[in-house]
């Protein structure tokens, strides 16, 4: 494997993605609080709200820092860690995280 | 820039997607048999899929300039079924010799059950047994790592060639253990799952450039016939050169795809 490299300088980053990234940490922080406002509880407990709960210190997690893999780890703690083969397949879509996980 | 989207379902697309992809550069693409967004009531329905794949889609990517090929399986979301899966299968063989036809995909997993993964064994030996390349299809969201996992097991206890192999559709937590397994990695830039342009680029910055591709896999669902152009963009945006570019979406799908002894790009054929 390569050393891990991208052209741009740090700074170079912040001044082309800054406003992108911006928006879309915007976007989540709407999206929970939409959540709370609307009607009933029984969103608030859904698997992939307590998922997306428990990915977000993910962002800010120093264990993540000078490793630069938080989305690998974000994807992972999104994951069916199991390794035995469904008895069988009961539905044919994907939730975005695994509903036998406790988050 | 001339380049090749390797991964891309066009029967779910205008014509005016193949004008706006020739004009961005596209000279081929290969498209994979895929679930139409709903369950096919009989194997005639992919029969005819099949004539379309190796009959009427050439012709109509030729007006454009851009060589159509493709491969042919039953997709692991109608593979429940063992049975109805079979019959699908056996119309394979039939195809199998028509000069766009690379090999066999898109197969893989879709929810990990036992029954995807005995189809999913059984196609490998068929692709086995007609030494034809394979297309691997890896599953959505929280479905991805172990279907990974069990598909390159199934793959490499079957005996196959890594070498041989493309493994679609890769993330951040799969790319390596795809690559260090020796399989070729794809890489699907989706706007809502899978691969953004900016975190494709980003793998390669982390990964490298051997054995790695980008795709569109254009389809029915929110999905960009454009997307491998853009990412173009994007490696450029960051100051990569032309070389890394041309290397991902030319050289890269020619080595892999030229394995099959079929696959010519129109200007050199």
Same mark, same amino acid.
């Given at each position: 494997?390569?050393?891990?490299?991208?052209?741009?300088?740090?700074?170079?980053?912040?001044?082309?993605?800054?406003?992108?990234?911006?928006?879309?940490?915007?976007?989540? +922080?709407?999206?929970?609080?939409?959540?709370?406002?609307?009607?009933?509880?029984?969103?608030?407990?859904?698997?992939?709200?307590?998922?997306?709960?428990?990915?977000?210190?993910?962002?800010?997690?120093?264990?993540?820092?000078?490793?630069?893999?938080?989305?690998?780890?974000?994807?992972?703690?999104?994951?069916?860690?199991?390794?035995?083969?469904?008895?069988?397949?009961?539905?044919?879509?994907?939730?975005? +995280?695994?509903?036998?996980?406790?988050? | 820039?001339? /380049?090749?989207?390797?991964?891309?379902?066009m029967?779910?697309?205008?014509t005016?997607?193949y004008r706006?992809m020739a %004009?961005?550069?596209c000279v081929a693409i290969?498209?994979?048999?895929?679930?139409?967004?709903?369950?096919?009531?009989?194997?005639?329905?992919? /029969?005819? /899929?099949?004539?379309?794949?190796t009959d009427v889609e050439p012709k109509r990517a030729a007006q454009y300039g851009i060589a159509h090929y @493709?491969?042919?399986?039953?997709?692991?979301?109608?593979?429940?079924?063992?049975?109805?899966?079979?019959?699908?299968?056996?119309?394979?063989?039939?195809?199998?010799?028509?000069p766009n $036809?690379?090999?066999?995909?898109?197969?893989?997993?879709?929810?990990?059950?036992?029954?995807?993964?005995?189809?999913?064994?059984? %196609?490998?030996?068929?692709?086995?047994?007609?030494?034809?390349?394979?297309?691997?299809?890896?599953?959505?969201?929280?479905?991805?790592?172990?279907?990974?996992?069990?598909?390159?097991?199934?793959?490499?206890?079957?005996?196959?060639?890594?070498?041989?192999?493309?493994?679609?559709? $890769?993330?951040?937590?799969? =790319?390596?253990? =795809?690559?260090?397994?020796?399989?070729?990695?794809?890489?699907?830039? /989706?706007?809502?799952?899978?691969?953004?342009?900016?975190?494709?680029?980003?793998?390669?910055? @982390?990964?490298?450039?051997?054995?790695?591709?980008?795709?569109?896999?254009?389809?029915?669902?929110?999905?960009?016939?454009?997307?491998?152009?853009? @990412?173009? =963009?994007?490696?450029?945006?960051?100051?990569?050169? %032309?070389?890394?570019?041309?290397?991902?979406?030319?050289?890269?799908?020619?080595?892999?795809?030229? %394995?099959?002894?079929?696959?010519i790009?129109p200007?050199?054929s």
């Amino acid at each position: 494997m390569p050393q891990p490299s991208c052209p741009l300088t740090s700074q170079q980053v912040v001044d082309i993605y800054f406003m992108e990234h911006r928006a879309k940490l915007l976007d989540v +922080a709407a999206f929970l609080d939409r959540l709370e406002r609307a009607e009933g509880h029984e969103g608030l407990q859904d698997v992939r709200v307590r998922a997306l709960k428990k990915a977000i210190p993910l962002l800010l997690d120093s264990n993540c820092e000078n490793h630069a893999n938080r989305t690998q780890r974000m994807l992972e703690l999104l994951s069916d860690h199991t390794t035995e083969p469904t008895p069988a397949a009961h539905t044919q879509s994907a939730l975005g +995280a695994d509903p036998n996980t406790q988050y | 820039m001339a /380049y090749i989207d390797p991964h891309i379902h066009m029967v779910s697309r205008t014509t005016d997607d193949y004008r706006r992809m020739a %004009q961005a550069g596209c000279v081929a693409i290969t498209e994979p048999a895929f679930w139409a967004g709903f369950d096919r009531s009989s194997p005639a329905g992919f /029969y005819d /899929y099949f004539r379309q794949l190796t009959d009427v889609e050439p012709k109509r990517a030729a007006q454009y300039g851009i060589a159509h090929y @493709c491969w042919l399986c039953i997709n692991p979301k109608e593979a429940e079924d063992p049975a109805f899966a079979r019959e699908v299968m056996k119309l394979i063989p039939e195809f199998l010799d028509k000069p766009n $036809v690379l090999g066999i995909g898109e197969i893989g997993l879709n929810k990990n059950s036992r029954n995807e993964l005995i189809i999913l064994e059984e %196609q490998i030996e068929l692709a086995k047994q007609h030494d034809r390349l394979i297309l691997v299809h890896t599953p959505h969201l929280e479905d991805k790592l172990k279907g990974t996992r069990m598909t390159m097991d199934a793959l490499i206890n079957a005996g196959i060639d890594p070498g041989r192999v493309l493994i679609d559709h $890769v993330e951040e937590h799969t =790319v390596a253990e =795809v690559l260090d397994r020796g399989f070729w990695a794809g890489m699907t830039l /989706y706007p809502d799952s899978k691969c953004t342009p900016q975190r494709a680029v980003d793998i390669i910055e @982390c990964y490298g450039n051997e054995r790695i591709w980008i795709n569109s896999a254009g389809d029915w669902g929110p999905s960009d016939p454009l997307s491998v152009p853009k @990412c173009h =963009v994007e490696m450029r945006r960051r100051g990569h050169n %032309q070389k890394l570019v041309e290397k991902i979406s030319l050289k890269n799908p020619l080595a892999f795809l030229g %394995q099959s002894g079929r696959f010519i790009l129109p200007e050199h054929s």
